[in-house]
């Protein structure tokens, strides 16, 4: 009996023995927290040096200096790294495909984001199960679909000059959205495996700190008022995840508590290694290292030419651009909630095929 692949439910005094899941691909839907290369194969000047620097020593498609956690699940079910759908130079969809570009949206996007909302990344996963041969019917019912997606409806409200209660009222249209989308996907694809993310704690991030400097502080140093909006899109999108289980009783649906995994990199961060968790590693100007000058840009500072690279010890910082994490924050963040011990059910990753007992 190998117990490091077998989880045992005791209830009402009956034992369930619950083995790892075999998932043969991963279909993910997303914004820039997991996008593996789709904004950058539509817009190529999108990014550039030092991004991806740590672990692909170049650029890759990600907002980060490495690899995200979409990544670290991938390699911890011994898949490859998704390729972007929209990624038609390094297409390889035999272990699954990743519909998330940065920028996206839940809700139809206005102002600069991402044209690739939910919805249309809907659009592009019929498209690509349509050009599947129906052999591979198996595939898709199989599959590990992931979500992680919400941070950008909350930034543009923000952006738009919305007050915090404007942007609360427009939460439940959001969430909405989402389950109309995910009833979508579930009844397309024939999966029965959804792993879904909450929205992070966005009041830490220096784009936030930097923009509203008068929002009242935590004891973390972040932006309270912001993060309780973000509390409130979780408590609705938790809300509808247990609807969505009452709608589709035979989907196995894990929700699971990223805001939480990452806000104990603010609040302890030491306990994971890290420091000036709400400083920016690659940015230049201000308290944050954000907001004079983006991450890889070139500016000039009292005549001379310089450019805005990462810091010197990019392992050690929690927040890499001022949007996104580095690297060693999504190694961190993934291994909190892999065990299940954010989750709801508390299953962990690679038993995410199985629904609680009843």
Known sequence: MVLSSITIFKLNYVVFAVKDCEFPAI?????????TGGLAAAFPAFLYKPY????????AG?????????????????????????????????????????????????GALSPFYLGIQYDQFVRLKSLSPKTHGEYFKQALYTFDIGQNDLGQCFFSNLSIAMVNASVPDIINSFSTNFKNIYNISGGTSFWIHNTGPIGCLPYILNTFPSAQKDEAGCAKPYNEVAQ??????????????KDLPLAAITYVDVYSAKYSLYTHPHNDGFEKPLVACCGYGGKYNYGSAGC?????????QIFVG??????TRVNWDGIHYTEAAN?????????????DPPLPLKEACHRTPK
């Open 27 to 35: 279909f993910n839907f997303g914004d820039s927290n997991s996008d």
């Open 331 to 343: 190694k961190a963040v993934f291994h909190k909630i892999s065990t299940g011990a954010y989750s």
């Open 52 to 59: 991806g620097e740590t672990f692909f020593h170049k650029p």
């Open 296 to 304: 890889g840009e070139t500016i000039q500072v009292n005549g001379t």
């Open 62 to 110: 990600r907002t980060s200096d490495g690899r995200l956690i979409i990544d670290f699940i991938a390699n911890s079910l011994n898949l490859p790294y998704l390729s972007a759908y929209l990624d038609s130079q390094r297409t390889n969809f035999k272990h699954g495909a990743n519909f998330a570009t940065a920028g996206s949206t839940i809700t139809l996007p206005y």
């Open 310 to 315: 990462s810091c010197q010890r990019p392992w």
């Open 232 to 245: 409130y899109f979780n408590t609705k999108l938790k809300e509808a995840v247990v609807q969505l289980r």
